[in-house]
């Protein structure tokens, strides 16, 4: 964005021939906006670029990092959130989170080092892999690759990074615990990520290679979705939207058994809330689970939060084409091309 005049602002085009490219100029099909970073997917190669500031290794770029533990590590384990063993919330430990809600920009030091990228730049830790998909939440970013195989990297300190860690990480790195799985869908929230997918030998992926002509995460998405799909969410558990039951923080992915056999499809993420469409044949069901300070789960309650997912009775009779989610909100677009 381009400031012009007093308080206007207007959109102004990204020249990617300015920065070190490819002999082919990059034929980008998709961008996706984090927290004071950009991303753009190049459609021909499989090639991710990334600008803007990095304070957590949200760029990629394989930069160094503050070593220091950041604040918010200390707030995951005050939620009980940190600790692997599964420890519930104490009286004290939710006091803690209480007084941490209202503004998580408070969790976040000064960092040491702040690396600003003007132009973009190719995101070279993933050559190789060819990415098909992108979704950023509060510095850090999740991205599915053509065989449905999920790289991450960024901000961790909440387990966002489902790799059984805490750390921030600068160099995009694959889930191993989604080695077994195959990405449909992903979604990244605030500070958590959940996803639809498929086992592995269910797709007989086993000796398959990743190429962008030829895309077994869009073959998979061409298809109806069935009772194999199933949801996995990891990073911070607030208000429920990991939709386990509970708020504990999972620095790991795990299923979320409530979807199994329900045919999940499609999901999408706001700062404390979670969408999940699932789809039986040309019906369509939505559930809505997490924070609801501002109605933003759509279950005409005023409940604060709900940790289980809960069916929107709106939508019973509606076919749901398309999901997303903001930081406080939802919407669906239906097959009639009516939004709500």
Known sequence: MKQDGCAMWKPVEIAMDL????????RIVAVEAGHLAAYALDADQGNLYSWGTQIFGQLG???????EVTPCN???????????????????????????????????????????ERT?????????????????????VVA??????????????FGQLGNGDFANVSTPAQIDALKAYTAVD???????????????????????????DNSLLQQYEDTSPSERTVVMVWGRGKHGCLGLGGSKNEVCPCESTFFRGLAPAKVAAGADHSLVMCRVGARTFLYAFGGNQL??????????????????????????????????????????????
Request: charged share 20%.
């Open 74 to 116: 200390d707030i995951a384990e005050a939620e009980g959130g940190g600790s692997i063993n599964g420890e519930e919330h104490s009286t004290r430990q939710h006091d803690v989170e209480n007084h941490h809600e209202e503004d998580e920009d408070d969790a976040e030091p000064q960092p040491k080092i702040v690396i600003v």
């Open 295 to 340: 109605g933003q789960l759509g279950i005409a309650s005023g409940v604060d939060h709900v940790d289980m997912p809960s069916f929107l009775d709106e939508f019973v009779n509606v076919h749901v084409a398309s999901i997303g989610a903001g930081s406080q909100y939802s919407a669906a677009l239906t097959g009639m091309f009516r939004c709500f």
């Open 61 to 67: 770029h394989g930069e160094d990092l503050d070593p």
């Open 144 to 157: 599915v690759t053509t065989n449905g195989s999920v790289f991450s990297w960024g901000r961790g300190c």
């Open 19 to 26: 920065v070190e490219l490819p002999a082919t100029r990059p």
């Open 186 to 212: 992903i979604a990244a929230g605030l500070n958590h990520v959940l996803g639809v997918f498929v086992v592995r030998d269910d797709l007989s992926l086993s000796n398959q290679q990743e190429a962008p």
């Open 120 to 140: 973009p730049k190719l995101v070279e830790g993933l050559v190789g892999h060819a990415i098909v998909k992108i979704s950023a939440g509060n510095h850090f």
